[in-house]
């Protein structure tokens, strides 16, 4: 294909096929591993990519009041913890003039969605409430559906459509036409009483029988449940008045102490066979990113961060409600960083808004509230940009950096929670009394984090080797059954 079309391809995203597995994977499981079918749909999507300018799709190159009218957003999670795309219908109105902004804005969202969630599939939510015949545009529905089915690979879930008016059953018939047999039983026709069966009340508008006092607005743009930073000991709530001041400062203070300590002593293991020397050890100055290099490390230019993707929670039964993110600055400038997350009355974060010096590693605490516990849905984004040697690091300067740093050169990772049942591994789940620990405590941090990441590699490779024991074990039986089967043809034909 790509001596024949390369003019009609867009090379961003060559380059990317031939450097994301992941990317590659996501186009075979959709095409069921038929290599023919997986390279028609990559020349398809590559050449609509190209004409639609997906990779240069930006607010600014939209009309700003097709963002004002909230017929597309991104909000909230469905009960398996996928993110919804809304289409509100009602706001949608057939336009030969306006199609094709309309349809570059669904590329837009898809792509940057993609992006910023790393190709995690979602589910397409229609309400169509409150709509009728003149809401009924079939090319701009089949644009919607050839997306998910032609442009973006394993992408969709499913597709949840409330209340669609019995006057457009025969434009849907239509639009099953449309869909094959994987997609059509992704269709989840539900109304008031049954919607809740997909998606919880927290997310769903009153009109659908929820609770989410959730109003669109432009701008920002609603893609992102991130709130603001936290403070540096998180909101206080009313289960947290009890502690003084003092003590909150003082645990700030050791917090301090601490991320100094591991700074200047620079004291960090090679591996995990140095585990039981570590605690011996106290003056062997080993180079501190070498303590951080666990498995599950997401690698970005500015930062290293471990865990790579989730942060664990104990269970309301375990009762572990702290984690740590530690975070390796790979560059020769100080790096500035903060953490959002989507539920800033669950969580205190220490620190939350600081700065990496060049070459050393920071650890990050995380902890619940006494009567929160971590949910699925709780999501956190860690940004980080570069700050010239002259700026300062107080308080005052990185407000002023974030204000002024352009949001092109800030990197963003996001990190999902995880909840750890009693019976699983919580090696990164660190006890309330572990920061009472001294010194030591940041290196037995570290231990965890590298044991953690180890036995998260186990399990992974457990889980792939026990899915290919399952197909051996089936094809094993399959051959077994055409065997007999075979002797029983043969013997008949004898006896004949």
């Known amino acids: 294909y790509l001596p024949d079309k390369s003019d009609k391809y867009d090379s961003r995203d060559v380059e990317r096929l031939q450097q994301d597995d992941k990317w590659v994977e996501n186009y075979l499981i959709w095409r ?19 004409e639609y300018t997906v990779n240069d799709l930006s607010e600014s190159v939209l009309p700003k009041w097709l963002f004002e009218i909230g017929a597309l957003f991104l909000h909230g999670y469905d009960k398996e913890g996928y993110k919804l795309f809304w289409f509100k219908v009602k706001h949608h109105t057939r336009d030969p003039k306006q199609q094709l902004d309309k349809k570059k804005l669904v590329a837009f969202w898809l792509e940057h969605y993609a992006k910023r969630d790393h ?32 442009y973006y690979p394993n992408f969709l879930t499913k597709i949840v459509i409330f209340e669609m008016p019995w006057i457009m059953n025969a434009a849907f018939k239509i639009v099953k036409g449309w869909l094959g047999p994987d997609a059509i039983s992704m269709l989840k026709f539900t109304n008031k009483s049954d919607v809740q069966e997909y998606i919880s009340g927290e997310y769903l508008p009153p009109h659908m029988g929820g609770t989410d006092s959730f109003k669109y607005s432009y701008p920002p743009l609603v893609d992102d449940d991130f709130q603001t930073p936290l403070c540096e000991n998180g909101p206080i709530t009313n289960e947290d008045e009890h502690e003084s001041k003092e003590e909150l400062d003082a645990d700030t203070k050791e917090t301090g102490e601490l991320n100094e300590a591991q700074n200047l002593n620079q004291k960090k293991m090679n591996s995990i066979e140095h585990i039981s020397k570590s605690e011996e050890t106290d003056k062997t100055e080993v180079k501190p990113k070498n303590a951080k290099k666990a498995l599950t490390t997401f690698k970005g230019p500015l930062l290293h961060i471990s865990p790579a993707e989730e942060l664990y929670f104990g269970s ?24 959002r997350t989507t539920a800033p009355e669950k969580y205190r974060v220490k620190p939350s808004n600081s700065s990496c010096e060049p070459g050393t590693s920071l650890d990050i605490v995380v902890s619940l509230h006494g009567g929160f516990s971590a949910s699925l849905q709780d999501r956190f984004l860690i940004m980080a940009a570069e700050m010239d040697q002259s700026s300062g690091a107080g308080a005052p300067e990185l407000t002023q950096f974030w204000k002024d ?47 953690y990441s180890f036995l998260t590699r186990l399990l992974q490779i457990n889980k792939r080797l026990e899915e290919q024991m399952n197909r051996c074990l089936w094809f094993q039986q399959l051959s077994v059954v055409l065997s007999l089967l075979s002797v029983t043809v043969a013997a008949f034909c004898f006896y004949l």
């Open 32 to 50: 069921h591993d038929v290599v023919d079918d997986t390279l028609k749909m990559i020349d398809e999507s590559f050449q609509w990519r190209k």
């Open 119 to 150: 190709g995690k599939p979602l589910t397409v939510v229609f309400d169509m409430a409150e709509t009728g015949i003149s809401h009924i545009d079939l090319d701009f529905v089949r644009f919607i559906v050839n997306c998910f089915t032609d």
């Open 316 to 339: 309301k039964e375990t009762g572990e409600k702290k984690c740590l993110i530690v975070l390796t600055n790979v560059t020769k400038n100080v790096v500035a960083f903060k953490v």
């Open 405 to 451: 740093v352009p949001r092109t050169k800030v990197m963003e990772h996001r990190l999902r929670c995880h909840v750890i049942e009693s019976s699983k591994p919580s090696s990164l789940t660190l006890k309330d009394n572990a920061f009472n620990v001294p010194a030591k405590t940041n290196e037995d941090l570290h231990i965890q984090v590298l044991l």
